[in-house]
């Protein structure tokens, strides 16, 4: 199944977004909720209305900005995964195919304590897999680019933070090759466990989100390996960007 990431008209409406995906030979739209594209109680209906009668199911990309789910202020982490739980019910109301989660990251805090930054990141994970179990709703834990306070960069840490849960793993090929070239161990350690992939392509130093093609990573090597009964969703920053991935990736596949 291949879809888009609303990533790609950020700066529009949610309504304006998926009307003009609507026309594109895809199969999900994955929902970037938050800014613009934020889902509520009182509005997802009437986006689930408009992907259903354009044959479109969907994909939700839980928030991030500003948020930390590994935050050592406990007061702070209930808030935030109060905000995690409500997209999960929207998920759930909307049947989604997957929630995508990014990890927590460090702070000047964690750094300090890094023992209790693990045991609160674990914990965090632990919540969100028990209530995401309860309601029926598959998350899938995302790696992150090469940056000095993310978490979950490469295929050990991703593995080690979802090890003792029921919790999925989005690749995103893109933020991997940040951090390394090796896909091969990635998909190998993680392949019982990876149900969702973000493309996009970049230099192997900068997290872009390029179009496909636009950068240096090796497609036509990665593209066999990746997962073929799984989604796959261009993340990448605009219209135009995204009609060139999709040529590219149809392309690719023949």
Do not use: C
């Not at 613009?36 to 992907?51: G, I, S, T, V």
């Amino acid at each position: 199944m291949i879809g888009v990431s609303t990533y790609a008209l950020f700066d529009k409406s949610l309504g304006v977004a998926l009307y003009k995906f609507r026309g594109f030979p895809l199969d999900f739209i994955e929902i970037m909720n938050e800014g613009y594209h934020a889902l509520d109680k009182y509005n997802y209906k009437f986006h689930l209305e408009f992907m259903e009668n354009h044959g479109l199911k969907n994909v939700i990309h839980a928030p991030f900005s500003d948020l930390n789910i590994a935050t050592l202020n406990e007061r702070l982490r209930r808030v935030m995964l109060k905000v995690i739980f409500e997209t999960l019910e929207i998920a759930h109301e909307m049947g989604s195919l997957l929630v995508v989660l990014h990890p927590g990251h460090y702070s000047p805090l964690s750094f300090k304590f890094p023992k209790a930054y693990e045991k609160v990141h674990k914990r965090s994970l632990e919540e969100i897999d028990k209530v995401a179990e309860k309601i029926g709703v598959k998350v899938a834990l995302e790696n992150m680019p090469k940056f000095p306070i993310l978490d979950g960069q490469t295929a050990e840490r991703m593995y080690n933070l979802i090890e003792g849960t029921n919790l999925y793993v989005t690749f995103d090929v893109g933020h991997l090759y940040t951090v390394t070239s090796d896909f091969t161990e990635f998909v190998e350690l993680l392949k019982d466990r990876i149900i969702h992939i973000h493309l996009h392509d970049n230099d192997g130093e900068n997290d872009s989100h390029l179009a496909l093609g636009d950068g240096i990573i090796p497609w036509s090597n990665v593209l066999k390996i990746l997962p073929k009964d799984v989604t796959w969703s261009l993340e990448v920053r605009s219209l135009d960007d995204f009609k060139k991935s999709l040529e590219f990736l149809k392309s690719s596949l023949k």
